[in-house]
C-alpha cells in the first residue's frame, strides 16, 4: 500500500485522531505469518507531527472499515479511557448464512480463550468473559440476511463467535463460518461513534460497505 492510498482512505482527521477505513484482507499488526500490516506504513500519517500515530483497538485482518488511532501520547491516553469505560460506540454489518428468526435481538454468551494443537479459537464457556452483543436484520434474500451489530463488550472475535453460535454465521469466516464458501468474510466496521472530548464535539464517522460484499447487500435489499 502506497503511502497515497493509505492516505486516500482516511474518513476524519483531527488534531487528535484519525478514523481511517481500513481494507479487508490488511492485518493491524505483524505476525509470524503476517508480514505486511498497516503498522509498517503509519509513518504517512504523520501529517507533520513527531509521533507515528498509535492503534486504540484493533479489527481482524479480515474485518473492513472504521478504524481509530491517536496522533499523539496524550490522545491515546484519553481514548484509552473512553474505550475502558464503554464510551465508544461500534456498529457493525455482516452478512450471514441462514437468517435469524427474530428481527432483532440480543446474544449474551460468555467467552473464552481455547488453544489447541493447531491453534487457538475463542469458545463459549459459562466460565469465559461477559460477552453481549445486539443485532436487528436489515435485509434478507437469497439464503442469507444483512444484520447492524452493536456489541455491548469487546471481546476477542465476539461478532464472528455470537452469531455463529446463534445458528447465523457470518459469510466466508475463514475460522467459525461454515466452509461452504471461498468469499471473503463479509464484516464491516460500519460506524464509530465518540463523546464530547474537550473542545472537539461528539463525533461520528461512517464507513461505506466494502466492495467485496457489495453484492450479497444488494441481494438483501441494499440501495446505496
Same mark, same amino acid.
Given at each position: *500500500?502506497?503511502?497515497?492510498?493509505?492516505?486516500?482512505?482516511? &474518513?476524519?482527521?483531527?488534531?487528535? /485522531?484519525?478514523? #481511517?477505513?481500513?481494507?479487508?484482507?490488511?492485518? +493491524?499488526?505483524?505476525?509470524?505469518?503476517?508480514?505486511?500490516?498497516?503498522?509498517?506504513? #503509519?509513518?504517512? &500519517?504523520? !501529517?507533520?507531527?513527531?509521533?507515528?500515530?498509535?492503534? +486504540?483497538?484493533?479489527?481482524?485482518?479480515?474485518?473492513?472499515?472504521?478504524?481509530?488511532?491517536?496522533?499523539?501520547?496524550?490522545?491515546?491516553?484519553?481514548l484509552g479511557r #473512553? !474505550?475502558?469505560?464503554?464510551?465508544?460506540?461500534?456498529?457493525?454489518? @455482516? +452478512?450471514?448464512?441462514?437468517?435469524?428468526?427474530?428481527?432483532e435481538g440480543v446474544?449474551?454468551?460468555? &467467552?473464552?480463550? $481455547?488453544?489447541?494443537? $493447531?491453534?487457538?479459537? *475463542?469458545?463459549?464457556?459459562?466460565?469465559?468473559?461477559?460477552?453481549?452483543?445486539?443485532?436487528?436484520?436489515?435485509?434478507?434474500?437469497?439464503?442469507?440476511?444483512? %444484520?447492524?451489530?452493536?456489541? $455491548?463488550?469487546?471481546?476477542?472475535?465476539? /461478532?464472528?463467535? =455470537?452469531?455463529?453460535?446463534?445458528? !447465523?454465521?457470518? %459469510?466466508?469466516?475463514?475460522?467459525?463460518?461454515?466452509?461452504?464458501?471461498?468469499?471473503? *468474510?463479509?464484516? =464491516?466496521?460500519?460506524?464509530?461513534? #465518540?463523546?464530547?472530548?474537550?473542545? =472537539? @464535539?461528539?463525533?461520528? +464517522?461512517?464507513?461505506?460497505?466494502?466492495? =467485496?460484499?457489495?453484492?450479497? /447487500?444488494?441481494?438483501?435489499?441494499?440501495?446505496?
Amino acid at each position: *500500500m502506497t503511502p497515497h492510498q493509505l492516505q486516500s482512505r482516511i &474518513l476524519h482527521r483531527d488534531a487528535a /485522531l484519525i478514523v #481511517l477505513d481500513k481494507p479487508a484482507g490488511l492485518a +493491524v499488526h505483524p505476525g509470524p505469518r503476517t508480514a505486511e500490516s498497516l503498522e509498517r506504513h #503509519l509513518d504517512a &500519517l504523520r !501529517f507533520g507531527n513527531r509521533e507515528r500515530p498509535r492503534l +486504540v483497538h484493533r479489527l481482524d485482518r479480515d474485518t473492513s472499515g472504521c478504524l481509530l488511532l491517536a496522533r499523539h501520547a496524550k490522545a491515546v491516553r484519553r481514548l484509552g479511557r #473512553l !474505550f475502558a469505560s464503554a464510551q465508544v460506540r461500534k456498529i457493525y454489518w @455482516a +452478512v450471514v448464512e441462514g437468517t435469524p428468526q427474530s428481527d432483532e435481538g440480543v446474544i449474551d454468551r460468555p &467467552l473464552k480463550k $481455547e488453544t489447541r494443537r $493447531e491453534g487457538w479459537r *475463542m469458545v463459549t464457556d459459562p466460565a469465559g468473559q461477559r460477552a453481549v452483543t445486539r443485532y436487528s436484520v436489515l435485509g434478507r434474500g437469497d439464503g442469507i440476511a444483512w %444484520l447492524e451489530l452493536a456489541p $455491548e463488550t469487546g471481546r476477542t472475535h465476539q /461478532l464472528r463467535v =455470537h452469531c455463529a453460535g446463534e445458528g !447465523f454465521p457470518i %459469510l466466508g469466516d475463514p475460522v467459525y463460518g461454515s466452509g461452504t464458501t471461498t468469499a471473503p *468474510m463479509h464484516l =464491516h466496521a460500519r460506524s464509530i461513534a #465518540l463523546p464530547p472530548r474537550g473542545t =472537539h @464535539a461528539a463525533l461520528t +464517522v461512517t464507513a461505506p460497505p466494502s466492495e =467485496h460484499m457489495m453484492a450479497a /447487500l444488494r441481494k438483501c435489499g441494499y440501495r446505496p
